[in-house]
């Protein structure tokens, strides 16, 4: 080869790949952080935003009667292939749990949430998971036969329900995390970590005995 033609210039293509190779590992990376972030995170704040949480000693945030932010309207598609309207609960307490099969913490709550759930179903306490960041619903159909869940999830596995809440209700780096929504559809409590059968129960008990 010639010194003239080593002397060339690099066509754009060529000096573009560089560039995109570089942001290709970079989204993998931050992918990568915010799950594993999202997995280990215990008792963040969820971000800015006045939602009148007052953190209680045990790591569960509650709100006045008085001073509750209506929950969203969350509907879509379930885990299972069904349809799902949170509104149609209206008038039961919702215990809304976000999950993700990839997560170690949700994976031993989750028989906790499962005992709950079927203790106090006949009392007019409905569970909900949320299904968010996992890259195939296989996977969640299999964390939900695995563990035995009998209570419907919304599959959302680009996070987008989430955006619907308030910010600094619930965050894509506090996963799993637990609501729960009082008779009127307003969020009455709130828990950013996995919870045990004993703090679930003390998180449901005080909404459930308001009138």
Same mark, same amino acid.
């Given at each position: 080869?010639?010194?003239?033609?080593?002397?060339? %210039?690099?066509? %754009?293509?060529?000096?573009?790949?560089?560039?995109?190779?570089a942001l290709?590992?970079?989204?993998?990376?931050?992918?990568?952080?915010?799950?594993?972030?999202?997995?280990?995170?215990?008792?963040?704040?969820?971000?800015?935003?006045?939602?009148?949480?007052?953190?209680?000693?045990?790591?569960?945030?509650?709100?006045?009667?008085?001073?509750?932010?209506?929950?969203?309207?969350?509907?879509?598609?379930?885990?299972?292939?069904?349809?799902?309207?949170?509104?149609?609960?209206?008038?039961?307490?919702? #215990?809304?749990? #976000?999950?993700?099969?990839?997560?170690?913490?949700?994976?031993?709550?989750?028989?906790?949430?499962?005992?709950?759930?079927?203790?106090?179903?006949?009392?007019?306490?409905?569970?909900?998971?949320?299904?968010?960041?996992?890259?195939?619903?296989?996977?969640?159909?299999a964390?939900?036969?695995?563990?035995?869940?009998?209570?419907?999830?919304?599959?959302?596995?680009?996070?987008?329900?989430?955006?619907?809440?308030?910010?600094?209700?619930?965050?894509?780096?506090?996963? %799993?995390?637990?609501?729960?929504?009082?008779?009127?559809?307003?969020?009455?409590?709130?828990?950013?970590?996995?919870?045990?059968?004993?703090?679930?129960?003390?998180?449901?008990? %005080?909404?459930?005995?308001?009138?």
């Amino acid at each position: 080869m010639s010194a003239a033609s080593r002397a060339l %210039p690099r066509s %754009p293509a060529a000096r573009l790949r560089p560039r995109r190779a570089a942001l290709t590992t970079a989204v993998g990376g931050a992918v990568a952080a915010l799950l594993l972030s999202a997995c280990t995170s215990s008792g963040a704040s969820g971000g800015g935003g006045d939602t009148n949480f007052v953190m209680g000693k045990d790591g569960i945030s509650t709100v006045a009667q008085g001073k509750r932010d209506t929950a969203p309207d969350l509907s879509g598609t379930t885990v299972a292939g069904g349809q799902l309207d949170l509104r149609s609960y209206r008038g039961k307490v919702v #215990v809304l749990n #976000v999950w993700g099969s990839w997560c170690s913490p949700c994976r031993a709550e989750a028989p906790n949430f499962e005992k709950v759930y079927t203790d106090l179903k006949g009392q007019g306490v409905q569970f909900v998971g949320i299904n968010t960041l996992d890259t195939s619903n296989k996977n969640a159909l299999a964390f939900e036969k695995q563990q035995g869940i009998t209570y419907p999830s919304l599959s959302d596995p680009r996070g987008k329900l989430l955006l619907r809440f308030k910010k600094g209700t619930l965050s894509l780096q506090a996963i %799993p995390s637990t609501l729960v929504i009082d008779r009127k559809g307003k969020i009455a409590a709130r828990s950013l970590a996995a919870l045990s059968e004993e703090k679930l129960r003390h998180m449901i008990s %005080p909404v459930l005995a308001e009138k």
